[in-house]
């Protein structure tokens, strides 16, 4: 009893190891090649001459690149945290006793920044996007599929806190207030999957950050042509949509509400067919194909004919001006005999309800033929894909982009 005693004393505990369930997305990584591509990269950066401080140890070059892809795995929002952090997941991670250092990682992310780094990273990204999602099938469906596929493009703003004055811009997240901070171009596909993320100046419009993003992401890719975008209400502008037009581009956004007034506004406006219903069963939304001639300010005899899904919001309405009189007398309404208001038996009525319209919202296209219904999804599923769209990896993987695009030192 005594020896059987001893020996299971004498065996191990189970140890409490915490974030063992990112071992699957560490299993990614390597799987996707994802660390493989990273890891050349950056060992071509640092063989350069002009590149002095960088690691040419590839086992050490990995340890810091996962290092900084599992920050947000290990519940840390940047590099800083890595001051106080005494956790054990990045060790299991990496493969080391003991995380890195705050000073040791930031070293490394400013030689990144110094050797410009950054531009051929972002290169590296999209060349795995591409191969990860688009690249499994044979040549003639690829070429199939950039004709029908999807890519969405959204513009973003960061704040950045900093001792220097740094250009500003609207922070949405933020509640609008302009701050100093970093303009991003998010690239992603139909499926929510992450393509490329581009960083900027915080001042930078979004029309100036998304004809350079098209074009490196068909120069790193081999991509002929990305043939169908979706772009958000801040590319609405006349001589963005012309140019992409002339690209032989079809471009999806929204009409701002200072462009139209109501359905007058547009002409050949379609049949109302059904787009969205409550649990009712009750039609709350209609649409409608029509058109739209926009004003270019460059060509005022030239406008650029786009082509609507007109939908009509019943949820939402809108008073109409013409009812909506401030000169008119209150007792316009009322009949003459009750008009008395001094006399003792005199009561007050209701006024009549205001006149009130549905919401309009124009989705437009430089496309000539559409079908209102299919371009009225196309739009409207950029807000459901992208809040579900990013894995891990490829999360980390843009965080990473982001913060080396913080570091460039021209502002």
């Given at each position: 009893m005594e020896r059987a005693r001893e020996k299971k004393l004498a065996e191990s505990q189970p140890v409490w190891q915490e974030g063992i369930g990112s071992l699957l997305l560490l299993a990614t990584a390597h799987q996707t090649g994802l660390l493989a591509r990273l890891r050349t990269t950056i060992q071509g950066v640092a063989t350069a001459a002009s590149s002095r401080g960088l690691p040419l140890n590839l086992a050490v070059i990995e340890r810091l690149v996962l290092t900084?892809?599992?920050?947000?795995?290990?519940?840390?929002?940047?590099?800083?945290?890595?001051?106080?952090?005494?956790?054990?997941?990045?060790?299991?991670?990496?493969?080391?006793?003991?995380?890195?250092?705050?000073?040791?990682?930031?070293?490394?992310?400013?030689?990144?920044?110094?050797?410009?780094?950054?531009?051929?990273?972002?290169?590296?990204?999209?060349?795995?996007?591409?191969?990860?999602?688009?690249?499994?099938?044979?040549?003639?469906?690829?070429?199939?599929?950039?004709?029908?596929?999807?890519?969405?493009?959204?513009?973003?703003?960061?704040?950045?806190?900093?001792?220097?004055?740094?250009?500003?811009?609207?922070v949405g997240k933020l509640g609008g207030k302009i701050l100093g901070g970093r303009a991003l171009v998010v690239l992603h596909d139909d499926e929510g999957h992450p393509s490329l993320s581009t960083t900027h100046r915080g001042d930078q419009h979004l029309t100036l950050g998304v004809p350079p993003l098209l074009q490196r992401y068909e120069q790193a890719t081999d991509i002929a042509h990305l043939d169908y975008l979706v772009v958000d209400r801040e590319g609405m502008a006349a001589e963005f949509l012309f140019q992409l037009h002339s690209e032989g581009r079809r471009v999806v956004t929204l009409l701002k509400v200072n462009q139209y007034e109501d359905e007058g506004s547009f002409t050949e406006v379609g049949e109302w067919v059904p787009w969205r219903s409550d649990r009712q069963g009750s039609v709350v939304c209609e649409v409608a194909v029509a058109r739209f001639q926009l004003a270019r300010p460059s060509q005022p005899d030239q406008p650029l004919a786009l082509r609507v899904a007109l939908i009509r919001n019943w949820r939402k309405r809108i008073v109409c001006e013409a009812g909506t009189d401030e000169g008119e007398p209150w007792q316009a309404d009322v009949a003459p005999d009750q008009q008395q208001f001094w006399e003792p038996e005199w009561q007050a009525?209701?006024?009549?309800?205001?006149?009130?319209?549905?919401?309009?919202?124009?989705?437009?296209?430089?496309?000539?033929?559409?079908?209102?219904?299919?371009?009225?999804?196309?739009?409207?599923?950029?807000?459901?894909?992208?809040?579900?769209?990013?894995?891990?990896?490829?999360?980390?993987?843009?965080?990473?982009?982001?913060?080396?695009?913080?570091?460039?030192?021209?502002?």
């Open positions: 900084l892809l599992f920050l947000p795995v290990a519940s840390l929002a940047r590099t800083w945290d890595l001051r106080t952090y005494t956790g054990t997941m990045l060790a299991l991670l990496t493969g080391r006793g003991c995380a890195y250092s705050y000073a040791y990682v930031e070293q490394f992310l400013s030689r990144l920044a110094h050797a410009q780094a950054d531009e051929r990273l972002t290169d590296a990204m999209a060349q795995w996007t591409w191969a990860l999602w688009h690249d499994e099938q044979p040549q003639e469906e690829q070429e199939q599929e950039e004709q029908r596929a999807v890519f969405y493009v959204a513009g973003h703003r960061k704040a950045v806190y900093s001792d220097v004055l740094v250009p500003r811009g609207p009525t209701p006024a009549p309800p205001a006149v009130t319209r549905p919401k309009l919202i124009p989705v437009v296209t430089t496309a000539a033929e559409v079908d209102a219904v299919e371009l009225a999804h196309t739009y409207f599923r950029r807000w459901t894909r992208p809040g579900r769209m990013r894995s891990g990896i490829g999360l980390s993987l843009s965080i990473w982009i982001r913060i080396m695009g913080m570091r460039k030192s021209p502002w």
